[in-house]
């Protein structure tokens, strides 16, 4: 199949745009700005997409693609800042605006041809834009689709040689009917073929394990979450009996999670699974540790070396699988375009430099909602693939400052409460995440006529379709103040229950 090619600038909607296409089942995938011209050839793409970023044309050290990439023949898309790229790579003029827009605009439609083929007899198409530079003048050829009053080229187009751009974001869910443009310039500009499914992701991963990975032997870093089962599964259809999985309890577990785990593996994916009991380990590793990332690599550190370890006493072993997400990656690590880094994660940006194991990281480039039907695909229970996303360092980043033994007991006990409750309610599922942080502050209250100076435990349920944004959940009053009750009536230690009621931008999912 001929994938569909997302040059990334450095936009952190880059993997939407990459989403957009691929759920009108086309394959696709991302690569740096900088990738060669010979390698886009190699790659013998349908279709080439710039991304937005940050930069302006203008800056010093711009990111930039060669000239000659419009001359190959391919279709190209540019959006935002690609388009001002293309233009003025092409000989167009682009400038500083003189009216800036961020957010919702409306545009007016001038033509129904190639992507705005899908909007034929309308003559407006309300957007999202973000953009401080704009096209002035446009390069020989290209011509004017639409316009806003101070964006004199919001869609224009060379449609002899199939180049386009876009001065918004049709990725992004806020612009109206985006998704049928991105149709358009697939199927009516590109030709490309719908024929990329979760059956040919299997199909092509498991191909590319067994060329990665060979004749060697890999141990799994099992958790029981959706992302390392799914990963889990897909190797071990790739390697069979050469997979060994290791369940690690680093002592910062849920409530009864190790038992859960072990039941359920045992009942439903026949894994060879390996219970390492190492939450002494990582709890003295811990001890004293306040400082959020020394505490996530800390936890990255020791859980390679119980791995490295476990594999010896396994006969040895080459390779780490782990249920890396692309979420985690872009808020980890910059992969492919310049774009910011917001924090280390223990599967990504917390492993150690000596780390003897080379990673095998199958869902890297998945959103979590692809990992379902990946995981629907090859048969893994529907109780499995809708386990809420539990991060890697668990209630450490759950725990704000330094982590005991009685802080987590507090922890543990809350969180078991706010998830019986939430799953009785009918909430669990709809639910990105749902889970009790303790706050570390201790505060006055009085319970039986006596003074208490205990915890306060904050509450944080979001809503979100794959971790990238999220906004908090408008729970009833009466669950939340049934969840409350139950949680200063029952956990010793806490006296004060608080709702995180802000949003991803420009909070986090997680506290740490």
């Known amino acids: 199949m ?47 997409i710039l991304s937005g970023g940050p930069a302006s044309v203008f800056g010093d050290g711009a990111p930039t693609v060669p000239a000659e990439l419009f001359e190959l023949g391919l279709p190209v898309l540019g959006i935002c800042y690609g388009m001002q790229l293309m233009s003025h790579l092409l000989g167009g003029k682009v400038e500083r605006s003189d009216h800036r827009e961020y957010g919702g605009a409306t545009i007016k439609l001038e033509s129904a041809r190639g992507i705005l083929a899908p909007f034929a007899g309308e003559t407006e198409l309300n957007v999202w ?104 599964v897909l190797v071990s259809q790739a390697i069979g009996e050469n997979l060994t999985c290791v369940f690690v309890d680093n002592g910062l577990l849920r409530q009864g999670e190790a038992k859960r785990v072990m039941e359920m593996f045992d009942g439903n994916l026949n894994l060879n699974v390996v219970h390492v009991d190492a939450a002494e380990e990582f709890l003295n590793a811990l001890n004293g540790l306040d400082d959020p990332e020394e505490k996530r690599k800390t936890i990255g550190r020791v859980f390679i070396e119980v791995f490295e370890r476990e594999a010896k006493k396994l006969g040895g072993a080459d390779f780490l699988v ?58 893994i229970p529907h109780d499995v693939l809708w386990r809420q996303p539990f991060p890697g360092p668990g209630l450490a980043i759950r725990c704000p400052g330094a982590i005991d033994a009685e ?14 409750e939430i799953r009785g309610a009918g909430f669990y599922e709809s639910l990105w995440q749902s889970f009790c942080v303790l ?74």
């Open 322 to 379: 782990q249920g890396t997400l692309y979420p985690d990656v872009i808020e980890s690590v910059t992969t492919k375009g310049p774009s910011v880094v917001i924090k280390s994660h223990h599967n990504v940006g917390g492993l150690p430099e000596h780390m003897k194991l080379e990673l095998v990281e199958p869902l890297r480039l998945l959103f979590k909602d692809e990992v379902r039907e990946v995981g629907a695909e090859m048969g």
């Open 129 to 232: 834009m973000s953009h401080g530079d704009r096209v002035a003048e446009l390069p020989e050829g290209f011509e004017r689709l639409a316009h806003t009053p101070s964006c004199p080229f919001a869609v224009a187009a060379n449609q002899e040689k199939r180049l386009y751009g876009v001065q918004f974001h049709p990725e992004v869910a806020h612009s109206e009917r985006g998704l049928e443009l991105l149709a358009a310039f697939l199927f009516e500009v590109a030709d490309a073929k719908p024929d990329w499914t979760p059956a040919a992701f299997v199909e092509s991963t498991v191909a590319a394990i067994k060329t990665q990975v060979g004749e060697g032997r890999a141990v799994c870093g099992l958790s029981g979450g959706v992302d390392s089962s799914v990963a889990a």
């Open 407 to 420: 802080k987590l007991r507090v922890l543990r006990e809350a969180d078991a409460i706010l998830d019986e």
């Open 439 to 512: 706050v570390p502050v201790k505060t006055v209250g009085v319970m039986g006529d006596e003074r208490t100076y205990d915890w306060v435990i904050a509450i944080r349920a979001v809503e979100s379709q794959d971790g990238m944004t999220a906004d908090w959940a408008r729970l009833p009053y009466e669950l939340l103040a049934k969840i409350s009750t139950r949680i200063i009536n029952e956990v010793r230690g806490c006296n004060r229950v608080c709702y995180d009621i802000s949003s991803k931008p420009p909070a986090t999912i997680e506290w740490e």
């Open 2 to 48: 001929r994938p569909v090619l997302i040059l990334d600038f450095g936009s952190q909607y880059t993997q939407l745009i990459a989403r957009r296409v691929r759920e009108q089942h086309v394959y696709c995938e991302i690569h740096p700005f900088s990738m060669p011209l010979e390698k886009i050839r190699d790659l013998d793409p349908c279709a080439v």
